[in-house]
């Protein structure tokens, strides 16, 4: 088989992936549209369905609302869609300031008695306070009540933040279009990462389309 043969076979294969790439884009574009004019007119239709006493407005989202997926790009240039983890509540509370710790610092080594304190110690982070009983905390504590504490400890190490489906967000027995509306809107960020994957395949077949015609133009 002669080069000429072969470069001719070569175009017309990319020509046919060229026309397929094209035709499954117009399709995903078309699928995208559906999808997001369906979950647009679900929503109208639950906000009719919870009147004259309900409503479903921006004002009920929730205050720890966050990004449950992100769009990444990876190595090879393919978009994909990843999966965000649950954020885990801070379970103490810094202080706003240094000043804010120098007073409370002040006002806990006024009020604690000399007999029951043992070290107050200002570090730059802010004030850390350790304070000893007359009596030791052990003494006061029985065997059933170290147990209680210890399986409450396990507890929250081993427990695993759940994610709050923003659903409930509207009541705990939303309505069905809005079920469907948010069934319609994740279905579409799906198909709009298959769109963007579409286009850049398009895209990478049209440059290789360009380098073999010029190629051919070079031989003829």
């Known amino acids: 088989m002669s080069d000429k043969h072969a470069l001719c076979i070569e175009i017309d294969t990319t020509w046919s992936s060229l026309f397929q790439s094209y035709e499954e884009l117009s399709r995903l574009r078309d699928l995208l549209h559906k999808q997001t004019k369906e979950g647009s007119f679900k929503i109208a239709k ?3 369905a919870v009147l004259p006493t309900g409503r479903i407005t921006q004002d009920q989202y929730g205050s720890d609302i966050s990004a449950t997926s992100v769009v990444e790009s990876e190595e090879n240039g ?8 649950p954020r885990i509540k801070q379970k103490a509370v810094q202080a ?23 070290e107050l110690t200002n570090t730059k982070e802010g004030a850390k306070v350790f304070v000893k009983k007359a009596q030791p905390e052990s003494a006061t504590k029985t065997p059933e009540t170290k147990e209680v504490e210890t399986q409450e400890e396990d507890s929250e190490e081993t427990s695993t933040p759940e994610m709050k489906n923003p ?13 469907q509306a948010q069934r319609n809107y994740s279905e579409a960020l799906e198909t709009a990462i298959l769109l963007v994957n579409e286009k850049r395949k398009l895209d990478q ?16």
Not at 102 to 116: E, V
């Open 46 to 48: 639950a906000r009719v």
């Open 78 to 85: 393919v978009v994909a869609l990843k999966k965000l983890p």
């Open 96 to 118: 706003e300031s240094k000043t804010a710790n120098m007073d409370i610092y002040k006002i806990l080594s006024q009020a604690i008695p000399a007999s029951t304190k043992t």
């Open 167 to 179: 659903l409930y967000w509207f009541g705990y027995f939303p309505p069905q279009p809005l079920v």
């Open 205 to 220: 077949l049209s440059s290789e389309l360009e380098a073999l015609m010029k190629k051919k133009e070079e031989l003829f």
